[in-house]
Every structure is written in C-alpha cells, then in structure tokens.
C-alpha cells in the first residue's frame, strides 16, 4: 500500500511540475482558439494605480503614464491610495492639473477595498489595473485594448518583466521562475483563457466588474467572475511593463504567502469555475495550474514522508530509496543556497533548491493561514515588514538540516548502519549538554587566563550619569529604589535620576512626583507598550556621557555606580555590567537557584576578562550614551540587546563583580518559570530576527554566543531529543552504557518531580538542583515555543504584583 501510494504521488508531482506544461504546449498548438484584433480600436481607458507608501515610486509611475501614447481625452489616470501615511497623497495632488485623480480610502482596509470604493466613480470603457512600481511601454495600453474589439474577450493581461534579474540571486531565481510562467500564460491564452491577471498590467472591460470582498485578491477573483460570464481572457507579451524583483529571497517569500493566501480564498469563494462540464478547458487549466500547485507543498510532504518510512526498509526497493537520496541532496543543496544567500556568495545551482523550497512553504503557509480562517486582508508591499515571514524563513536552514540527517539516517538504516548513528547521535548529545554547563565554564576560565584583555581604570573618573529606573506598577518598591539611589556615593551634581513608567497604574507615578525635589525626573507613559519601547523614548531625552539601567527592586550599593564607569576611563569600554546577588532565603528552590547564579556570575565575569560578555544584567548595567542603538519597539530581551549591539562594535563589554547590586527575589517556583520562558522566548526571537548577532568576522563573539546563550536556550530540545533517541536505541539494542543513560536520566527526571510534588524535599542540595533543572528545561522548550511562533507578549509586567 505505501509502495502504491508513493508510486501515484509521483506521478501526481511530475504532473504538476513538468506534464501539465508540455501537455499544455502541445494542445495549444494542435488546437488554438483565435480571436479578432483591431489595432485602430480606442475605447476610453481608467489606468487605476493602487499604492501603499509609495512616495519614492508614484512620481515617476505618474510621469511614466502622462507619456503613454493614447489619446489624452480618451485615458483618466487615477491613484488609489489605501491610507498612505507618507508623501504619496502629496505627490500624487501634485498631479492634478494633467488628468490625475486621487481617491484615498477613508480607512486602511486593504487594495481590493480600495478598487471597489473608486469604481463608484468610473465611466470608462475599459479599467487597466496598474502597480505603482510598474513602467509600461510607451505602447502597452494600445496593445492591450486592441484585444476588446473581439467581444468574445473579457480581459486582457499584459507582461510585467523584471528588470535587473542577474543582480541578485533571488532576482535571477524569480526570474527564471517567471520565464516558465510566461510561456504557461501564452499556451493558456492560446488553447482557451489565461488563468488569472497581473496586478501590475491587466485590462477589463468595466461593466464586467464586480464589487469584490475585502478578502478577494482582484487581478485573481475578478477575471474568474469574468469567465464565469462567458468571457474569455488573453495575454499579449507585446504589452509589456518593467518592475524590479524583490531582490531578496525573504522578500519574495513574504509576496508569496500573501498570494496564495488570497488566491486560495478567492478560488474556494468562487469554486464553481474548476466543473469541467460547465467551463471545460479551462476548468482543467485552473485545477492543475492553481489549484494543484497550491496544493504541492503538502503532496511533497506526504511523498518525502513515504519515501523516509520506505526508503529504510530493505523490503522497500530501491525506488524509496532513490527518493530518500534525492530529497536529502536537494535539502543539503538548499542548505548551502540559504547560506550563499546569507553571505551574498548565491549561486544558481544552490540558490534555485533554495528558491523552490521556500515557496513551496510560502505557498503551504499561505493556504494554511486561510484554513484557520487567517487571510491577509491588506496588502504591504515588499518592503514593508512581516514578522511571521522573518521566523519562518529564519527557521528554513533548520527545517532542511532535519530533512538532510533524517534522509542521511535512513539511507544508513536501510544498509544497517542505523544503529550505529543513534548511537553516535546520543554520545554527542550528551557532551552537548555536558559542554554547556561544565565544558564551557571551563573553557572560558582558561581563555581569561591564557587571553585576558587588558584594560585601564580610574577610581577618580567621574562622568555625567544617568540612572536609568524601568518601572511598571512598582508601588512595592519605587520608593525604597529612590531613597537608595539618592543615598549613592556619586556626585549629585553628576548624577541624574530618571524614572522611565510605562503605563503604570499603581501609585508607582505619583510615590515618584514626591521624589521631584531631589532632582528625580518622571517620565510616565499613558499605555503599557513594553519595557523597550519606553526605554527607546526615554533615551530621546537623555544626553549624559554614561547611563546606567536599573530595575526598580534592585538596590545599589553605595559604591556601585562609581566601580562601573571607572571602566570607562578606557575608551575601548562601551559597556560594564554589575553583579546583582538574589537575597532568596525565603523561595523554596533558593539553594538550587544560588548554585545556578554563583555558576553563571563565574562565566559572566571570564567573559568580561576576555573582553566581551554576552549580554548584559537588565538590572545593573552601564553604556555610553553615544553607543546606544534603539532594538525594535518589540524586542523582549532589551539588555542583550543593547549590549550585542555595542559589542558588534567592536567595543570591550566588561564585567564588574564589585559593582553589587540586591534584589529581593519572592517569586516562587510558577513565576519563576514564567520569567524563564520569557527570558528564552527572547533569545530565540533575537536569533530568528538576527537582532544583535555578532558580526561575521567577530569569531570569539560567536564562540562566547553559541556556548553561552544558544546552546542554553535549545538545551530543552536536546535533553528531549536525547531522551528520545535513547528510549530508540534501548528498544532495539540491551547496551548497558545507553541502557544506564536512559535510566540515569529518568531517575533524574523523577528526583525532580518528586521536589516539584513534595516542596520540603527542595531543601535537600540533590533535589534542589535537579528540580530546578528540570524547570528551566521544560521552561527552555515552551520558550522555544513562544519564540518561534511569537507568541509571547512584549509588554511585561512585575511578577511580583501578581
């Protein structure tokens, strides 16, 4: 039955990718369906250009429509602007003394939205629907009306080429992909109706327009409605227009989604175009030009699945096998086009796999945003962003890297090697894990001691400061934070306090208006927005050499700020850290958590030793001014970032373990994993978004971040996928040394359930450090969660006012 079913889907594939086109090539051929065509036919023409923030186009776009050759009285040229917030509307009333007319939609709802609210207003003959980026020929109207003198034909689609293609490979990728599409558009043209339009340059006649939904994609939905009516539609590759690729793959890949999530919903809202009995050549051109190529992305998934539990099968024949090997070389190939991508080396033998694969899941994400009942209303263009194509084409190199080692694992399975990777995979797994937390503390004491960095101090040094206090809600202990920060042995003449609130609404703000005549400055925020997006306003306001930030239940000790800018003496320092000592006594994982904390503060400070430490303590640290870069108003990990920021400046980040600072730790075991899985979902959303990665050339940077962060925040996922492999190798193999690991870990896990369920066990030293592992384990996988599907929120709040 498997062997059937991969059998079939193979040939469904080779349809979709290659039968179709030549079947459609030689019908086309064999039984054209010509029409009538009349250069002289000059009906009166609405070009509609739709834009969105189109300042830096729509001017030329105007020009270039002014020089068209047609009649001047005969063409109304009019821009719909789908609530531009920049220069467009400007622009285009500047316009309007040479028969251009603006209509600007009264709320952002989206193109088609906008198309319907400006055909009330049209009396034209013909509509020619155009993008703002898109330069026709000086004769692509003529061309394109001379097809209506036929009254047979209902819509006319033009050909947008690409300028520049060769200059990226993206570009050079599209452009071959729209070579393809071309010849598919003439052959369709000639044998029946070219599915579809081309928003940049299609043509209609007017009275064959139909008010769309919001959700329709027109230049799709509306040519359907056309056929529908009896109408057909043709392409003429005369009537051209030139426009630039997106140029970047993840660019093209946001266009894509957004496509086939509306064309999906448009073809489900209008289904009855794909019966054959009714629509016949064309209903076949829809279902396997469309329909079908929408649909691949999953048909490939099932086939890659099949050929995975076949393929290691040594009763399965080599035709899964062949199958397994071709998928791993094409994810192995892809792999090596996403890096040349990344490091602008693309080539086309490895950035095409690449192409292909990403818009398959641009397509499969598309349909299944629209089967949840999610589609993209309005429209951005390319260079607008969206935040759900950055994870996932930031995930594409770990999709195809699984996809490459599970097809290298069977092929070594089906000649009886499988075993043999199981085990090698669970051995590195376990040093992985080991390095993490052992092998790297080690590893970076002897660089501290083998390659310190050397820097100068002055005691004396006395810069303008200013101390930096996020707060939310922290009635608590705003006013405790203030009287400690007045108390601070600094020069008040070189000290300011500034109390950044963001959207509190406690008492927090008006403890702080108490505190004005000591030179305290609140800046309070209506609306909670985030801890990042307050800091960014509040650094507007600041101009001293050094801030130091804070949170407001840390408490300085009085020497604190002076041994954090001694550092900056050396102008190779562009950021210092603090030490701050949880005083926990009272939260039952206290024991386990001080283990964790002296751990990591030993890192931190080998790391600044060396020069760099990766990150920074949110409640303790200092920069100059002049170094600070604002992180996106929903960066999570404000801290990192900021100070990844500065150290990919090639600037020294130091730790100072003299620099003390307390803080009253209340929280139990639930809130304490909360922040945890905040903390990770945050690392993984710097890693997805490359938000403060470091440079290419920065080669002891990354090493410091994968060992130190990274591997921290995937250390859940390894344990897992250890586990699994393991309980794998035991089920087939009595190994007494992975047998061993297997229980080893269990009765860890076990140990550590029994702190969870039994509190007064987490006293003891063993129960306490493995319960706490196990939280931040399970707290790293749901963060990971949360990370990779952004789920978790930007605006915080103080766990201690829960």
Not at 96 to 121: C, D, M, Y
Not at 138 to 159: I, Q
Not at 183 to 203: C, N, R, T
Request: aromatic share 10%.
């Amino acid at each position: 039955m498997t062997y059937s079913l991969l059998i079939f889907l193979t040939f469904v594939l080779l349809y979709i990718y290659l039968g179709y086109s030549l079947i459609l090539w030689v019908v086309s051929a064999m039984f054209p369906r010509g029409h009538v065509i009349d250069e002289r036919f000059e009906p009166s023409i609405t070009q509609i250009i739709s834009a969105r923030n189109e300042e830096k186009s729509i001017g030329a776009k105007l020009e270039n429509s002014l020089q068209l050759d047609y009649p001047s009285d005969k063409l109304t040229i009019m821009v719909v602007s789908d609530c531009s917030d920049d220069r467009t509307d400007e622009i285009v009333r500047s316009f309007s003394s040479r028969r251009v007319v603006l209509v600007r939609t009264s709320e952002r709802k989206g193109k088609t939205a906008g198309l319907n609210e400006a055909f009330a207003t049209i009396t034209s003959d013909m509509i020619v629907f155009s993008d703002a980026n898109a330069m026709y020929d000086r004769f692509a109207l003529r061309r394109l009306v001379r097809h209506f003198a036929d009254k047979e034909v209902g819509y006319v689609v033009g050909d947008a080429r690409y300028e520049d293609i060769s200059e990226s490979s993206a570009g050079s990728c599209e452009g071959a992909y729209w070579n393809l599409e071309t010849k598919m558009k003439e052959w369709e043209s000639a044998f029946s109706s070219v599915v579809g339009g081309d928003g940049a340059i299609y043509a209609i006649r007017r009275h064959l327009y139909e008010p769309l939904q919001e959700t329709d994609i027109n230049d799709f939905v509306n040519p359907l409605q056309i056929v529908a009516k009896g109408y057909r539609g043709v392409y003429d590759p005369e009537a051209w227009c030139s426009e630039k690729p997106a140029g970047e793959f993840h660019k093209e890949f946001s266009r894509k989604v957004r496509i086939a999530n509306r064309s999906f919903n448009g073809l489900l809202r209008v289904g009855w175009v794909c019966n054959p009995f009714r629509f016949g050549r064309f209903s076949w051109q829809l279902v396997s030009h469309k329909l079908l190529r929408w649909l691949s992305p999953f048909i490939v998934f099932l086939h890659l699945s099949l050929s995975l539990i076949a393929g290691g099968k040594p009763s399965g024949g080599y035709l899964p096998l062949l199958f397994t090997c071709s998928y791993g070389m094409i994810s192995l190939l892809a792999l090596i086009g996403w890096w040349g991508e990344h490091r602008k080396r693309g080539r086309a033998i490895f950035s095409l796999p690449y192409y292909l694969v990403l818009m398959n899941v641009a397509s499969a994400m598309g349909i299944l945003l629209r089967l949840k009942g999610e589609i993209i209303t309005t429209w951005e263009t390319v260079r607008e962003k969206f935040s759900l194509r950055n994870r996932v084409v930031s995930l594409m190199p770990v999709l195809l890297s699984l996809i490459a080692l599970g097809c290298t694992a069977r092929v070594f399975q089906r000649f009886g090697l499988g075993l043999v990777i199981m085990e090698i995979l669970a051995v590195a797994l376990f040093l992985v894990l080991c390095y993490t937390y052992i092998g790297y503390p080690v590893v970076v004491a002897a660089l501290a001691r083998m390659r310190p960095v050397r820097t100068t101090q002055d005691e004396h040094l006395l810069p303008e400061v200013t101390l930096l206090i996020s707060a939310h809600n922290e009635e608590q202990c705003i006013e405790s934070k203030l009287i400690n920060s007045l108390s601070l042995n600094y020069p008040s003449s070189h000290l300011q306090i500034v109390v950044v609130s963001d959207g509190s609404t406690d008492a927090t703000n008006q403890i702080v208006r108490k505190f004005m005549d000591h030179d305290v400055k609140l800046i309070s925020f209506p609306v909670n927005r985030g801890k990042i997006a307050s800091l960014n306003e509040a650094m507007k306001q600041i101009h001293t050499e050094i801030v130091v930030f804070s949170d407001a239940n840390v408490m300085y000790e009085p020497q604190a700020i002076r041994r954090l800018v001694r550092h900056f003496s050396d102008p190779r320092v562009g950021a210092v850290s603090g030490k701050v000592i949880l005083q926990n006594d009272s939260v039952s994982y206290s024991i386990a958590e001080n283990q964790y904390y002296n751990i990591e503060h030993f890192v931190q400070n080998q790391e600044g030793l060396t020069g760099t430490v990766i990150g920074a303590d949110g409640a303790m640290y200092a920069i100059r001014r002049s170094l600070f870069s604002p992180p996106p108003s929903d960066t999570i990990l404000d801290d990192f970032s900021i100070a990844m920021h500065i150290a990919r400046k090639d600037y020294l980040v130091l730790h100072e373990k003299e620099a003390l600072g307390f803080e009253d730790n209340l929280s139990e075991i639930g809130k304490e994993f909360r922040r945890k899985v905040r903390i990770i979902a945050g690392g993984i959303q710097c890693l997805l978004d490359g938000r403060a990665l470091p440079r290419g050339d920065q080669k002891m940077l990354w090493f410091k971040f994968l060992s130190h962060k990274v591997l921290r925040w995937f250390s859940g996922l390894l344990t897992l996928l250890l586990i699994g492999v393991l309980l794998e190798i035991c089920s087939v193999d009595g190994s007494p040394f992975f047998r061993g690991m297997l229980n080893a870990l269990l009765a860890a896990v076990l140990i550590a359930a029994i702190g969870q369920i039994v509190p007064i066990t987490r006293k003891i030293l063993p129960v306490s450090l493995l319960h706490y592992l196990l939280m931040l384990k399970i707290a790293a996988i749901v963060g990971c969660y949360f990370g990779f599907t952004g789920r978790q929120q930007v605006t915080w709040r103080s766990l201690r006012a829960e």
